[in-house]
């Protein structure tokens, strides 16, 4: 089975730029997340969505962040314009949370560098 | 108030040895999940194991156990015959809430591994 996929794999951008993350979820999962994590750091919840809807995004920056989840599979993260301190690995995991642990399984992440 | 605390940031262990990486969390919901991940260099989260709250037996996956003392709000890794591949970041991280509607993971800081030859 394919597990979370993520592209591209690293970014480097000057800031002002924008850019765009994507990931593909493992398939039956119905919930998606995007997840930040800075240097020597946990990871942090940015968006979760159920299906297509974003059930929790509080802690997204919707300044400068967005994100979609159209038909309820991939999903595209975007940032706009970024800044120096958005400079980070940007993670995306799913689960299925119906029942049972609802364990996420992550991707290999997207590593930002903002110039 | 930290809700996962992990107090070890580094550690350096021979091979073949045990290791346990301590790991404590702060909830009031009865109903939570606690779980390990491995992130290696490369960067992915690895997902280890899993204990739910009202398991009453302590979780084991091949070499890895979880040392779970709910009174104690411990959680604790546990790796037995350590293997260089186990050099790693290890995080624990907790789910409060049934699985229904509130997955949020909470994170620690994460220890270093490093498994000396």
């Known amino acids: 089975e394919a597990g979370v996929v993520q592209s591209p794999r690293y970014k480097i951008i000057e800031k002002k730029q924008p850019v765009a993350f994507w990931c593909n979820p493992i398939s039956g999962h119905n919930t998606l997340y995007w997840y930040l994590q800075n240097l020597g750091q946990g990871p942090e919840l940015l968006i979760r969505y159920e299906n297509e809807e974003a059930v929790d995004d509080s802690q997204l920056p919707k300044d400068r962040f967005s994100a979609e989840r159209l038909k309820g599979v991939d999903s595209t993260l975007k940032i706009q314009p970024a800044e120096l301190g958005d400079s980070a690995v940007y993670l995306c995991?799913?689960?299925?949370?119906?029942?049972?642990?609802?364990?996420?399984?992550f991707g290999p992440g997207t590593r930002l560098t903002v110039l | 108030a930290q809700k996962i605390t992990q107090t070890q940031p580094g550690m350096f262990v021979q091979e073949k040895e045990a290791v346990t990486l301590d790991c404590t969390y702060d909830t009031s919901d009865p109903s939570y999940g606690l779980f390990w991940y491995k992130q290696p260099s490369s960067g992915e989260m690895i997902f280890l194991i899993y204990q739910g709250s009202y398991d009453q037996q302590n979780a084991t996956e091949g070499r890895y156990s979880l040392n779970f003392q709910k009174a104690r709000k411990s959680a604790n890794l546990v790796i037995s015959a350590s293997q260089l591949g186990d050099s790693a970041m290890y995080f624990c991280a907790m789910r409060e809430g049934s699985n229904f509607g509130n997955e949020k993971l909470t994170f620690g800081t994460g220890t270093r591994l490093t498994i000396i030859p």
């Open positions: 995991a799913s689960s299925y949370t119906r029942g049972g642990e609802g364990t996420q399984y």
